[in-house]
């Protein structure tokens, strides 16, 4: 079945680290996106890509990398420059009309 | 205002209509989008409706657009418990969807 995994879905991080998660999609889709959601604030745009080693900066992007090596995989890095990291993380997809599809998110924890 | 603005909350009871509302903030976005959202998980696209539509309606759905005011609704008919979650309002900017804080709705029997 199509669709876009994230892993893993829930994650430890001690301060300091970097931590990366894993995004990959099998929809063929060109377009990734990484949101990341806190109560009572929806979802805040961190970084996009449009095409294979192609990305942008979102609304969120300090203390955030990402790469797109393969038009499959977007994965995001979390480092020890972002201040509060402790956060749900969303990947997404988008059709060529604009619909994102997202996976089940991760959940990072900074002790 | 420079948001996709929402109210936190609405609370119905099993079996009457829940109305969602959304006041987005770009005149030009393409497409409107109801995402649907259940605890721990991601996001769910429940339907979408282009900027040349004043309404759209799908099964228990339907969805009303004002473009002169910037106003996105949905509604849910006999909504069910099945129905709770958040849901969040989004409008294309470009490359990009902006989404609104999110509505939780909770169905009460």
Not at chain 1, 67 to 88: D, M, Y
């Amino acid at each position: 079945d199509g669709g876009i995994t994230q892993s893993p879905k829930y994650l430890f991080r001690k301060e300091g680290q970097n931590v990366t998660l894993s995004c990959e999609q099998n929809l063929n889709h060109d377009a990734m996106y990484w949101y990341r959601q806190d109560p009572g604030q929806g979802l805040r745009l961190i970084y996009y890509s449009q095409i294979v080693n192609d990305f942008q900066k979102g609304d969120i992007a300090e203390g955030y990398s990402v790469s797109r090596e393969k038009k499959e995989s977007f994965p995001l890095t979390v480092t020890s420059a972002q201040k509060n990291p402790t956060a749900f993380y969303l990947c997404a997809s988008r059709t060529n009309t604009g619909e994102l599809f997202f996976g089940e998110g991760s959940r990072l924890t900074v002790l | 205002g420079e948001d996709v603005e929402q109210s936190l909350f609405l609370s119905v009871r099993e079996g009457d209509s829940s109305v969602i509302n959304c006041t987005y903030t770009d005149s030009s976005s393409t497409y409107l989008y109801w995402y649907k959202q259940e605890p721990g998980a991601g996001l769910q696209l429940l339907t979408y409706i282009f900027s040349n539509m004043d309404m759209k309606q799908d099964q228990r759905l339907t969805v009303l657009l004002n473009k002169k005011d910037k106003h996105l609704s949905l509604r849910i008919a006999d909504t069910q418990t099945g129905d709770s979650a958040i849901y969040f309002c989004a409008e294309s900017k470009g490359n990009k969807l902006t989404f609104g804080t999110g509505t939780q709705l909770k169905v009460e029997l």
